[in-house]
């Protein structure tokens, strides 16, 4: 499997940003793909996932209501779209593919997705 990350980049405070994430190698639409980010000095994160069906998506707190997770099955690609962005949202940015074929869940960890992509930066300036 190989995911690859697209879309990072420098943006203002209050700004939009839009990731995408081209996988190859399984059939994308069984699994659950997600998006987690690491700041510098910290721990890689869960920001969001969604799963096979499209449906109930899953959000951190933290973004919750300024980031929208999404999938295209016909393009095998999952985005990740930004908007009103904070400093705090400062960090590499991983695209990940769930272990398992049609997992569900309200919650999600790192150890639950077996494949990530090369990351990108998003960096918010203040």
């Known amino acids: 499997v190989q995911l690859q990350a697209f879309g990072g980049g420098l943006v203002q405070t209050g700004g939009s940003l839009g990731l995408s994430c081209a996988a190859s190698?399984?059939?994308?639409?069984?699994?659950?793909m997600g998006w987690f980010r690491q700041a510098p000095g910290r721990d890689r994160v869960f920001v969001a996932a969604?799963?096979?069906?499209?449906?109930?998506?899953v959000y951190a707190d933290s973004v919750k209501g300024r980031f929208t997770i999404s999938r295209d099955d016909a393009k095998n690609t999952v985005y990740l779209q930004m908007n009103t962005l904070k400093p705090e949202d400062t960090a590499v940015y991983y695209c990940?593919?769930?272990?398992?074929?049609?997992?569900?869940?309200?919650?999600?960890?790192?150890?639950?997705?077996?494949?990530w992509g090369q990351g990108t930066q998003v960096t918010v300036s203040s």
């Open positions: 990940a593919q769930h272990r398992f074929p049609r997992a569900i869940g309200l919650a999600y960890t790192e150890f639950d997705f077996e494949f």
């Open positions: 969604v799963s096979a069906s499209g449906v109930n998506p």
């Open positions: 190698g399984r059939t994308f639409s069984t699994y659950t």
